[in-house]
């Protein structure tokens, strides 16, 4: 392998490093005006009169745009985006702008648009809104209560899905265990918080009928789709573009109201309209994860060994559908996923809140599903007076029983089957690598004197490469260049240097001849963008796939240019050479030959072009492991938490690039060490946003980042031609299941348990005088 | 009532006037008037950092000054960081070589943040390190290797 | 996020700005910006004029008047982090500062933007009270020096009249080799402390304490001196006995209750860090 495998320079920092990145607030039309949007300060409320008037006599305001001003012009007025699926009780879709009722603080209610920001926001101020307050449901629990308020005035009740998830005999199993536990589980992820904020710039060109949206999105194609729908368009007249994105991490891969009213203005104004979201607004219009409460009890026989796990989830899904009940579904399919459980029942109810709507953060659901199997296993460990990380080999699924069927379905019907990989040799050198075997020692001298230390573990299985396809064009043009189009979505996980690797590997091993074009709709015609850690799988798939037609192609024209067999030929630089001999064709040269001239026959019966397009058909996922180990210290008296180290061991297939990958963890593991011990997006009894800055959000600094030991296992996949699974989540999965069983390791004089996630100081502080008593 | 003032502002060397609204921040300034969007705007309240700019030589955040604040004052951005004759600065040579950025949006910051640290402190250890970039957030890297590009360009400037 | 409207006043001198203040109605003086701007972007505040002390001359400097540090109202707070007789003559404030958010704010922020802001968690606040600080201030009716236990009268809210700016202010020092330790706890680094404990410890040369100030931060809307531990510790020799019931005696402060922080949390803190505050500072007097 020429490139693939190696830290090969990437092809992305140039431009960024020098501030010369172009993110969608640098992005600057002729005429382009500004936008603000006027939002609820109500979690629920009726609207009665939205009165303009005075933002509109603001000089430099052109204009305040509310529901009844688009609704002319909207082919249909709600996003339907809900992934489907068979549980849905209710459909609650998202509206351009609210009409008569506001259902989360920060719904977007008007437009207004002026000559510049400060302009906009002042008139914003000034749109007088008559709301009438209704209660807001805040708890996703007391939603479901029989007697609880609406979250919808027009809703039957708050329950928006249910489902059952379950195989085996599940009674049975724990009519006849030796042992039953139950834990109550609370776990809490917050926002993407991405450093950008979304944004969007649009403009509609007249003469050729033609909208471009430049959005700050994880699915441009996606989003061409629903404007099209909603602006009663078709493909050819509009084309949704992602400039430089500011990171991702799941809420950007959503469509939302801004980007469709940010389009309607643009059109109706006629000029190019921008909208950038602030910080402020991250908090109350962008999408983000939220609270789950578990309720679960595990059975097991004489010797530790699973029997059944059996429970209910409650999952706040917030006011509306947008994207679907995939969040809880991957938390409840993630429990068992790993080990082998013979039988589950999972009941899991998703709730309506008054509360901006819930889709995935990185991870998506899989950390939580990790973190009840984990507190259930150590909850195992401790019942039986066994060494957690022996309860945990008892039950993974060993090595020799890959590939492995589980009795669990994907959200698409197909059945979850562990591809590869060997999870108890992943548990096993993450142990050592961490000293397991010693802590104990280490842990009473430290007790001696007066210091709290403590070791836990988790371990993970996550679905990757999310299919069914991603598109990649791979293009040899007359001028040699090496053209990658895909409907890959870049947010900063390095897709470009993968798809320009995985290509140049097969046509010249150049990287300086190849120029990737992800997320625009106008360059290829589909596409499902950045998500489930599927690029590389997928999108790299199809590029290299494609690739290796274009290089067969061309040297099979080589070939019949040159004289000479295949096998004499080899693709370096810019040409394809005769091995040994100063003889060779260009690949410019190669294209033009191919591209046709007027009454001649192509040469060799070749077809035109040097290019192909490839959409490698993956329902499967790739299965990617790994395990953490993390040590802390507790300071029992303030309740502070230090991680002295975190180990880190995975195996995400066949690595492309060893230096993103491990850049992808360790970015992982921040958020995880963010959702175990910092981040918490809290409300109040009347679904007001408590944090809503970053002084009271608290993101993970660099001094709050633990050492991290990384350990690399390449078991390849055969899903895929290149044997890759995804990594770009897998950092976070295990991380707080990890920590929790570490501080509760820590804690063990105390008999504190960890039932909870994120875990403050001051929590741990309360625990430990509940304890005492 | 809402009134603008002439400034004179040196940005990266070069001298220019302009007139501004009083009200606009220093951070809006530079990427809208003066076109120089490389500064990056994450909270506007002096949180993330990304907006990190040096005046007169110290590490300021944009989001918190106005740009009338700026008269007669030198402004350095991350597009005045690479030497005229081409290359890179080293500090972005040891990002890049380090894997010190994913998106890029937190860089800028990241860069004028340590450009001030290390003119001050030439042989810092990883700790300060985190400690001086402790007010930049990132959200895709993780941190470590701005740290090792840190070092590593310390390294360089010192021979 | 943008600011609201305001006019924008740069007086040079501070005549000038006391004349300003006295004559507008509504106005706002802007020193580091490192609050006043955050307030300004979110729109929590709208104040028809901004009066910026950034170009008056003369209330930046740290100097020495006899064994009182003093030093003006608009210097920096990584001036103050760097200045060599802050640090040897008054490391209370030096520890104190370097957990002072961080260095891009430090390189803005003013000693008497912090201390006019008066937020309950603000270190330079906790050091004002722990050291007895003198407030220099100028208003249209003259100067006055305000001791810094009158100082805060409410929540955030400073005893100045509306013509009045802070110029300086006075720190008496203590004996050279008395001991100092200011202890925080945050979330992370560079945060506002939650609770912080400011301790100075003087002793004679039997090692009996001759002098104590303990200083709560974090508690209440202003920094706490917790008196009663101060008297008990006065004449003691000083042992961890003696500082874990210094502590313990501070749980009898009263404490502040709010979304984030319990009381009964911040009581806790306040007990350990006053006895660690008081640990380290005793550690630290120099035996001569």
């Given at each position: 392998?020429?490139?693939?495998g190696?830290a090969v320079?990437?092809?992305e920092d140039?431009?960024?490093l ?8 640098d ?13 609820s300060p109500h ?6 009169r939205?009165?303009k ?10 204009a ?10 909207l082919?249909?007025?709600?996003m339907v985006?809900?992934?489907p699926s ?10 351009a ?7 989360h603080?920060?719904q977007a209610?008007?437009i207004?648009v002026?000559d ?8 914003a101020a ?19 209560a029989?007697?609880a308020?609406?979250a ?14 379950a ?9 006849k ?5 139950r ?5 809490h ?12 710039v649009?403009?509609h ?12 999105t994880?699915?441009?194609h ?6 099209c729908d ?6 050819n007249q ?11 991490f ?6 939302y109201?801004?980007d469709?009213?940010?389009s309607?203005a643009a059109i109706?104004l ?5 909208w ?13 994860e939220?609270d ?9 026989d004489?010797?530790a060994?699973l ?5 209910s989830l ?7 559908t ?19 459980l013979?039988?589950?029942?999972m009941s899991?109810?998703?709730a309506?809140t008054n509360k901006v709507?819930v ?9 939580q ?10 909850r195992?460990?401790r019942e ?8 945990r080999r008892?039950?993974l ?23 590869s ?6 548990q ?11 802590f104990?020692?280490?842990?009473s ?7 709290h ?9 996550k679905?990757?490469g999310r ?13 040699g260049?090496v053209?990658?189009?895909s409907?890959?979505a ?17 046509l010249?091993?150049?990287?300086d ?12 015609s ?6 489930n ?5 997928m ?29 004499d030929l080899?693709?370096?630089?810019r040409?394809?050479?005769v091995?040994?001999a ?6 410019g ?9 007027a ?10 072009g ?17 395990t953490?180990?993390a040590e ?6 303030t309740?502070?938490?230090?991680i ?19 850049g992808q963890l360790?970015?992982?593991?921040a958020?995880?060490?963010?959702n ?8 109040d009894?009347n679904?007001q946003?408590?944090?809503?800055t970053?002084?009271?959000y608290?993101?993970v ?15 390849p996949?055969?899903l895929?031609?290149?044997?890759v699974?995804g ?12 920590l ?13 348990r ?6 403050t ?10 304890a005492?008593? | 009532?809402s ?5 004179s502002?040196?940005?990266n ?5 302009a ?8 951070a809006?300034?530079l ?5 120089l969007?490389?500064?990056h705007v994450?909270c506007?309240?002096?949180?993330c950092?990304a ?13 918190l ?15 005045g960081?690479a030497?005229?004759?081409g290359?890179?600065?080293p ?12 998106c ?7 860069l004028?943040?340590?450009t ?19 007010g ?14 840190a ?6 400037m010192?021979? | ?19 300003l203040?006295?004559?507008l ?13 955050p307030?300004?972007?979110m729109?929590?505040t ?8 950034n ?12 064994e009182?540090?003093?030093?003006g109202?608009?210097?920096r707070q ?8 802050v640090?040897s ?6 520890e104190?500062i370097?957990q002072?958010g ?14 006019c ?6 270190e ?6 722990a ?15 305000i001791?810094?236990a009158?100082?805060?009268v409410?929540?955030?809210?400073p ?18 080799g ?5 202890v925080?706890?945050s979330?992370r ?21 001759t ?12 920094p706490?001196r917790?008196?009663?531990v ?7 020799k ?5 500082f ?16 984030h922080?319990?009381?009964?949390y911040?009581?806790?803190?306040a007990?350990v860090l006053?006895?660690?505050a ?6 630290r007097?120099?035996?001569?």
């Amino acid at each position: 392998m020429k490139l693939v495998g190696r830290a090969v320079a990437r092809l992305e920092d140039e431009p960024l490093l020098r501030g010369e990145g172009r993110f969608v607030d640098d992005i600057r039309l002729p005429g382009m005006r500004h936008a603000a949007f006027v939002r609820s300060p109500h979690a629920h409320a009726a609207i009665r009169r939205i009165d303009k008037a005075a933002a509109l006599a603001l000089p430099g305001v052109h204009a305040v745009l509310a529901r009844e001003d688009l609704l002319p012009h909207l082919a249909t007025e709600v996003m339907v985006v809900g992934l489907p699926s068979a549980s849905y009780k209710q459909d609650l879709n998202r509206p351009a702008l609210a009409g008569d009722e506001a259902v989360h603080v920060g719904q977007a209610i008007a437009i207004v648009v002026a000559d510049d920001r400060y302009i906009a926001e002042d008139a914003a101020a000034l749109v007088e809104v008559d709301y009438e307050p209704l209660p807001a449901v805040s708890d996703c629990r007391a939603a479901l209560a029989p007697a609880a308020s609406k979250a919808h005035r027009a809703s039957p009740h708050n329950l928006l899905a249910e489902f059952d998830m379950a195989f085996g005999d599940v009674d049975a199993a724990f009519g006849k265990a030796a042992h039953v536990f139950r834990e109550s589980l609370w776990q809490h992820r917050g926002g993407g918080h991405s450093i950008e904020c979304r944004g969007a710039v649009a403009v509609h060109d007249v003469a050729e009928d033609r909208l471009t949206l430049w959005s700050s999105t994880q699915m441009p194609h996606a989003a061409m789709r629903l404007l099209c729908d909603m602006l009663g368009r078709d493909e050819n007249q509009v084309r949704v573009v992602t400039p430089d994105v500011g990171g991702g991490f799941g809420p950007k891969l959503v469509f939302y109201p801004e980007d469709v009213v940010t389009s309607l203005a643009a059109i109706l104004l006629k000029r190019p309209v921008k909208w950038i979201e602030d910080r402020l607004e991250h908090f109350v219009a962008t999408t983000q994860e939220r609270d789950q409460y578990w309720d679960v009890e595990v059975a097991v026989d004489r010797d530790a060994r699973l029997l059944g796990i059996r429970g209910s989830l409650i999952h706040d899904h917030g006011a509306y559908t947008a994207r679907g009940v995939n969040l809880p579904y991957n938390s409840a399919e993630n429990v068992p996923l790993g080990y082998e459980l013979p039988a589950y029942r999972m009941s899991v109810k998703v709730a309506l809140t008054n509360k901006v709507p819930v889709t995935p953060v990185r991870g998506a659901g899989h950390p939580q599903g990790v973190f009840v199997m984990e507190r259930l296993l150590d909850r195992v460990a401790r019942e039986l007076g066994l060494d957690r990380a022996e309860v945990r080999r008892r039950n993974l699924v060993p090595a020799e029983k890959m590939p492995y069927k589980t009795k669990l379905k994907a959200r698409g019907g197909l059945t979850i089957e562990l591809d590869s990989g060997d999870y108890p040799k992943c548990q096993a050198d993450a142990l050592a690598l961490a000293g397991w075997d010693d802590f104990p020692g280490r842990k009473s001298q430290a007790l001696k004197t007066g210091r709290h230390i403590g070791i836990g573990l988790a371990n993970f299985v996550k679905g990757t490469g999310r299919g069914p396809f991603e598109s990649a064009t791979v293009r040899i043009g007359p001028s040699g260049r090496v053209h990658v189009y895909s409907g890959a979505a870049a947010m900063g996980q390095s897709t470009k240097t993968m798809l320009a690797q995985v290509v140049a590997e097969q046509l010249g091993a150049d990287l300086d001849n190849v120029t990737v074009t992800t997320g625009d709709t106008g360059a290829i015609s589909m596409g499902l963008g950045g998500s489930n850690s599927r690029q590389t799988v997928m999108a790299g798939s199809s590029a290299h796939v494609a690739a290796v037609k274009v290089r067969e192609k061309a040297l099979k024209l080589a070939s019949y240019r040159l004289e000479v067999a295949e096998r004499d030929l080899e693709i370096t630089g810019r040409a394809i050479r005769v091995k040994g001999a100063d003889v060779k064709l260009d690949l410019g040269q190669a294209a033009r030959s191919v591209a046709g001239t007027a009454g001649y026959t192509l040469p060799g019966g070749m077809a035109p072009g040097l290019e192909a397009t490839e959409h490698v058909l993956i329902d499967a996922m790739a299965y990617a492991n790994g395990t953490a180990v993390a040590e802390v210290e507790v300071d029992i008296e303030t309740g502070a938490v230090r991680i002295a180290k975190l180990v880190f061991v995975h195996d995400c297939g066949r690595i492309i690039h060893p230096v993103i990958v491990e850049g992808q963890l360790l970015g992982g593991i921040a958020h995880g060490v963010g959702n175990a011990l910092f981040e918490w997006m809290r409300y109040d009894e009347n679904a007001q946003p408590i944090t809503s800055t970053l002084a009271d959000y608290l993101l993970v600094g660099a001094t709050e980042m633990p050492p991290v030991e990384l350990g690399h296992h390449e078991s390849p996949t055969p899903l895929n031609p290149l044997g890759v699974k995804g990594v770009g989540e897998c950092g976070v999965v295990p991380v707080a299941a990890a920590l929790a069983s570490a501080i509760e390791d820590a804690l063990s004089p105390y008999n504190v348990r960890i039932t909870r996630t994120p875990i403050t100081p001051a929590d741990l502080v309360s625990l430990l005088a509940e304890a005492k008593r | 009532m809402s009134e603008s003032r002439a400034i004179s502002v040196t940005v990266n060397g070069e001298r220019g006037e302009a007139e501004v609204p009083v009200r606009l921040t220093l951070a809006d300034f530079l990427r809208h008037r003066l076109e120089l969007t490389g500064t990056h705007v994450g909270c506007e309240h002096g949180v993330c950092g990304a907006c990190t700019v040096l005046l007169d030589g110290r590490a300021v955040r944009s989001c918190l000054l106005l740009a009338v604040q700026a008269n007669g004052r030198q402004i350095t951005t991350v597009e005045g960081l690479a030497p005229e004759s081409g290359g890179l600065h080293p500090l972005q040579e040891a990002l890049r070589e380090h894997h010190g950025l994913q998106c890029g949006f937190c860089t800028p910051g990241m860069l004028m943040t340590l450009t001030e640290f290390l003119s001050e402190n030439k042989s810092p250890t990883g700790a300060e390190v985190r400690e001086a970039i402790s007010g930049n957030l990132c959200r895709c890297t993780g941190y470590h290797g701005i740290v090792e590009a840190a070092l590593d360009a310390a390294r360089r400037m010192r021979e | 996020m943008k600011p609201p409207r305001f006019e924008y006043h740069d007086p040079r001198t501070v005549p000038e700005a006391v004349a300003l203040l006295g004559r507008l109605e509504n106005a706002r003086l802007l020193a580091g910006g490192q609050s006043l701007m955050p307030m300004l972007n979110m729109r929590l505040t709208a104040p028809d004029h901004i009066v910026d002390l950034n170009a008056v001359a003369g209330l930046a400097s740290i100097g020495m008047e006899g064994e009182t540090l003093v030093i003006g109202a608009m210097t920096r707070q990584r001036d103050i982090e760097l200045d060599e007789q802050v640090r040897s003559r008054c490391p209370l404030m030096h520890e104190a500062i370097l957990q002072v958010g961080h260095r891009a704010t430090r390189n803005r922020g003013t000693l008497g933007g912090s201390l006019c802001h008066l937020d309950p968690s603000a270190e330079l606040v906790a050091v004002a009270t722990a050291m007895d600080a003198l407030i220099g201030v100028e208003g249209a009716k003259g100067r006055r020096e305000i001791p810094f236990a009158q100082f805060p009268v409410g929540l955030m809210t400073p005893a100045l009249r509306e013509d009045e700016l802070v110029t300086g202010a006075r720190f008496p020092l203590w004996r050279k080799g008395h001991g100092y330790a200011f202890v925080e706890f945050s979330r992370r680094h560079g945060d506002f402390a939650i609770v912080s404990a400011a301790a100075l410890l003087e002793a004679d040369a039997k090692g009996r304490i001759t002098r104590a100030a303990l200083t709560l931060g974090g508690i209440a809307p202003a920094p706490v001196r917790a008196a009663e531990v101060e008297k008990l510790l006065t004449g003691t020799k000083g042992s961890q006995t003696l500082f874990k019931e210094a502590g313990e005696a501070c749980r009898k402060l009263e404490m502040m209750e709010d979304v984030h922080v319990t009381a009964a949390y911040r009581r806790q803190l306040a007990a350990v860090l006053a006895r660690r505050a008081l640990e380290k500072a005793h550690e630290r007097i120099a035996r001569d």
